[in-house]
């Protein structure tokens, strides 16, 4: 008979290795799988967030864009333009008290946040035939109030007439 080799001795058993876990997958992978899905959650979040940000950008641009025309009529409509800066505002601050708010806290509200020599607002608004100085002169303020202001001071104006 052949004698076993020396170096056989020397050899170790095979040892099996234990029981795979329950859930099949090492906890790093789970923790690894985790922070891909929150990473992709976070690029969904941004991703939205921004567009948002365009199109309130973009409805803003329009607006200042109407109320361009509107200016640039040799008689502008006062009620016209009116109209459109609430509607801007019920947009951005749907919850705003502007948006109810007799004509006097209006016209105050218009002169805190762009100073100037505003029209009266109710004689423009409510006169019959207002005079076309008056109207221009709404209209010009009316461009240089809407030119300051950004998508979130029109949100701002949320919590109250007075932003």
Known sequence: MTEPHPLLAELADIVEAGQAPATGIAAGWWLLALL????AALVVWL????RLQ??????????????????????????????LLKRLIRHYAPHSALLGC???EWQAFLQQQCPGDW??????????????????????LANTWLAQQ????????????HG
Do not use: C, M, W
Request: charged share 15%; hydrophobic share 40%.
């Open 47 to 50: 991703a939205s967030k921004r």
């Open 36 to 39: 891909a899905l929150l990473a």
């Open 102 to 104: 007799p004509v006097a």
């Open 54 to 83: 365009q199109q309130q950008q973009a409805a803003l641009a329009a607006a200042r864009h109407e109320l361009q025309q509107l200016s640039q009529q040799t008689e502008p409509d006062a009620a016209s333009i009116n109209q």
């Open 150 to 161: 950004t998508a979130e001071q029109l949100q701002q104006l949320d919590g109250g007439p």
């Open 119 to 140: 029209p009266d607002l109710a004689t423009l608004l409510y006169q019959q035939t207002p005079e076309p100085e008056l109207a221009q002169r709404f209209a010009r």
